[in-house]
């Protein structure tokens, strides 16, 4: 079965301090990582897209890497905000179909001040 | 704002009823998506389409059914409802059917069944 693992599935960290969050995939033929981010009741919005060849892929204070041999990515987020307290989600594509699409379950950032 | 539009905002209805779900794609977008986001199984993947054909289909029950007219708006249908389709439902757009398309997401409508 293709999964998407994300962890933590919560972290609390203050705010200007760094993070790190981890996405593991099983997903089988790849072809792209995608990173989201949704604040609560909102849809959510795009961070970084990768394909198999690239390994990472930066957005501002947002910094995604693939291991694409590991089938691993995680995202950094640097000098965090308080807006940045919200839901990061991992998804994954199959390279047989942009439509499908799997996704993590999300780590749940809070930024306190 | 991604410029994907969709109505209502909010729906209230009863087990067994049927609804349906708008969707207004960005300017320019040929891409519509739809997803499931449930509190207890995440986002999930609906069905695609791209420039009125259906393009690919993830976990969607028989229930429902989705369209997308010459203008390129979506709809989705949500027929026989049940308490457990009490979610968030997305639709996103994007450029092309491309596998590296960004996809913008709209504000979502939330599906209360009672």
């Known amino acids: 079965k293709n999964q998407v693992e994300q962890s933590p599935q919560s972290l609390i960290i203050l705010e200007g301090k760094n993070c790190t969050l981890q996405?593991?995939?099983?997903?089988?033929?790849?072809?792209?990582l995608r990173w989201y981010k949704q604040d609560t009741g909102r849809g959510p919005v795009s961070l970084t897209i990768?394909?198999?060849?690239?390994n990472t892929k930066s957005n501002g204070r947002y910094t995604a890497t693939l291991d694409a041999d590991t089938k691993q990515s995680s995202l950094h987020i640097t000098a965090s905000q308080l807006s940045d307290s919200a839901s990061y989600i991992c998804?994954?594509?199959?390279?047989?179909?942009?439509?499908?699409?799997?996704f993590g379950d999300g780590t749940t950032l809070t930024v306190k001040p | 704002d991604s410029g994907v539009t969709q109505t209502p905002k909010h729906l209230i209805t009863a087990t067994g009823q049927r609804v349906t779900l708008r969707c207004s794609p960005r300017?320019?977008?040929?891409?519509v998506y739809w997803y499931q986001q449930s509190l207890d199984q995440g986002l999930q993947f609906l069905i695609q389409?791209?420039?009125?054909?259906?393009?690919a289909k993830g976990n969607i029950l028989e229930r429902f059914s989705a369209q997308q007219f010459p203008d390129l708006h979506s709809e989705l249908n949500l027929s026989s409802l049940e308490l457990g389709d009490s979610a968030l439902y997305f639709c996103?757009?994007?450029?092309?059917?491309?596998?590296?398309?960004?996809?913008?997401f709209g504000p979502g409508t939330r599906l209360t069944v009672l």
């Open positions: 996405c593991n995939y099983t997903v089988s033929p790849f072809s792209n």
């Open positions: 300017s320019g977008d040929l891409s």
């Open positions: 389409y791209y420039n009125g054909e259906e393009r």
């Open positions: 990768m394909t198999f060849s690239e």
């Open positions: 998804v994954v594509t199959l390279n047989t179909n942009a439509g499908k699409s799997t």
């Open positions: 996103a757009s994007s450029p092309t059917s491309g596998y590296a398309d960004t996809q913008y």
